[in-house]
């Protein structure tokens, strides 16, 4: 199984332009997340999804957007990109089985806006 | 502030050792902790979890240890190996659900040959 995948790996952006990072996941798991990381920093979630057609902010959702069309695909959204959106993005799927709420993570895209 | 915060940023210890990552939480509703690896230029790898109704889980070479006394949780890792090189998060669900964590900045564990 290919488990979360995210695309692209890299990517440079101008001030101002947008663009969307994509993530799939092939678990068939209902709950989907953003999170960007920051250097030295932990983890902050951006977004999640609890399901197809439902999204909601997390603790950082300014500047950002999501969809949630289908159970499999949940693409991330910049618009108008600035500076303090140069981050590493990861992605990550859950199932929230039983006690565990164990996410998994995709490889992560780092963005980077001059 | 950060919820979850971690005593020590940096670790050094010797290949073989036993290694205790240490982590603070001031959520006192959060009933659910897991600790995460990330290796260099990789996503964060699921390593073990813990309820509040427990003060002690044990995995595969690693056990995690739960004070709610003193909001504590703690990640012993023994006969430390190169390969857990790495820097290690611990999360809480700060929101009382198992699917919405809160990272701790992490603590870089570096195992010397």
């Known amino acids: 199984n290919a488990g979360v995948t995210q695309t692209p790996k890299f990517r440079i952006l101008k001030i101002g332009q947008s663009m969307t990072l994509q993530c799939t996941q092939d678990?068939?798991?209902?709950?989907m997340y953003w999170y960007r990381q920051d250097p030295g920093m932990g983890l902050k979630l951006i977004y999640y999804?609890?399901?197809?057609?439902?999204?909601d902010k997390g603790e950082v959702p300014n500047g950002y957007n999501v969809s949630r069309s289908t159970t499999e695909d949940f693409p991330l959204r910049l618009e108008l990109a600035a500076p303090s959106q140069t981050s590493v993005y990861f992605c990550?799927?859950?199932?929230?089985?039983?006690?565990?709420?164990?996410?998994?993570f995709g490889e992560g895209s780092r963005l980077t806006v001059l | 502030g950060e919820s979850v915060g971690l005593h020590l940023p940096t670790l050094s210890v010797q290949e073989g050792d036993n290694s205790i990552i240490n982590c603070a939480y001031s959520n006192s509703a959060s009933d659910y902790f897991i600790w995460y690896k990330q290796e260099s230029g990789k996503g964060p790898q699921f390593i073990i979890d813990?309820?509040?109704?427990?003060d002690k889980r044990q995995g595969q070479r690693v056990t995690v240890l739960l004070n709610k006394t003193v909001k504590h949780l703690s990640l012993q890792i023994a006969a430390t190996q190169p390969g857990d090189s790495a820097v290690y998060f611990c999360a809480e669900n700060s929101g009382g659900s198992n699917y919405k964590l809160t990272f701790g900045k992490g603590t870089l564990l570096t195992v010397n040959p």
């Open positions: 678990m068939n798991h209902n709950y």
């Open positions: 999804s609890v399901g197809a057609g439902i999204t």
């Open positions: 813990i309820r509040s109704n427990m």
């Open positions: 990550a799927s859950s199932v929230v089985k039983g006690i565990s709420g164990e996410l998994f």
